[in-house]
């Protein structure tokens, strides 16, 4: 069971808009470790998608966005398309055990 | 372009260690601005971080794998090193190495392309 919550799976249609929510708690989220963001294409490494809550490395389309409230940050993607569907990461920090801690993560099926 | 690349044997018997090296090339591991870790993938599943270790040899590890890991670094090889001892079929995964920004949440980015170990007699 990992430290931060991902739902499974979500989907939506071509141009649909999806979120994908990380919850986590009072030691690594809600205490103000920043939340990063990875997408996993089939058979290949993950790839940085979002960093430090918000922010997208060069190369990232603006489709996909941060956020982050409370004890949970989330990961939106607009304009949906077929080359999307991978699996998401999110990541930070558990000052509790003193260990980076990632997502079960979130498989995004475009229908 | 900072790149990250594993080897190691991909078949490891039960109760032996598994050992992994990544080498990196593009740029120096002895960056004061980095770590260089470990994180690893059971087939079908999510991911885990097992350890990251400055160029200084400072380094941290998951609580839960603590008691098992050695990870080391070889700047003149610009290396670095992961060893899991008493392996079981439960540390079947792919392992990639990677850079961790420790100065900016921890981030990693690069990774490099996974390598399959697996546990089995």
């Known amino acids: 069971q990992s430290v931060l919550t991902q739902p499974p799976s979500v989907s939506g249609a071509p141009g649909q808009r999806v979120t994908i929510s990380c919850t986590g708690s009072?030691?690594?989220?809600?205490?103000?470790?920043?939340v990063h963001w990875y997408q996993q294409l089939p058979g290949t490494a993950p790839k940085l998608l979002i960093y430090?809550?918000?922010n997208r490395p060069s190369g990232v389309p603006d489709r996909f966005s941060g956020s982050k409230s409370g004890t949970s940050a989330s990961l939106a993607i607009t304009g949906l398309q077929a080359e999307d569907e991978a699996n998401y990461y999110c990541?930070?920090?558990?000052?509790?055990?003193?260990?980076?801690?990632f997502g079960g993560g979130t498989k995004l099926t475009v229908l | 372009q900072l790149q990250l690349q594993e080897s190691g044997p991909g078949l490891v018997k039960p109760s032996e260690t598994l050992s992994l090296t990544c080498t990196v090339s593009?740029?120096?591991?002895?960056?004061?601005?980095?770590?260089w870790g470990w994180i690893r993938q059971p087939p079908g599943k999510g991911l885990e971080w097992i350890g990251s270790?400055?160029?200084?040899?400072?380094?941290y590890f998951n609580p839960s794998l603590e008691s098992r890991v050695t990870i080391s670094v070889d700047t003149s090889k610009n290396q670095f090193s992961l060893k899991l001892s008493s392996v079981t079929a439960a540390d079947t995964a792919v392992y990639f190495c990677?850079?961790?920004?420790?100065?900016?949440?921890?981030?990693?980015?690069?990774w490099g392309q996974g390598t399959l170990a697996t546990v089995s007699s």
């Open positions: 430090g809550n918000i």
């Open positions: 990677a850079r961790l920004n420790y100065s900016s949440g921890r981030r990693v980015d690069p």
């Open positions: 009072n030691s690594n989220i809600g205490a103000g470790y920043v």
């Open positions: 593009g740029d120096s591991i002895s960056t004061s601005s980095y770590y």
């Open positions: 270790i400055h160029y200084s040899g400072n380094t």
């Open positions: 990541q930070s920090y558990d000052g509790g055990l003193s260990s980076v801690v």
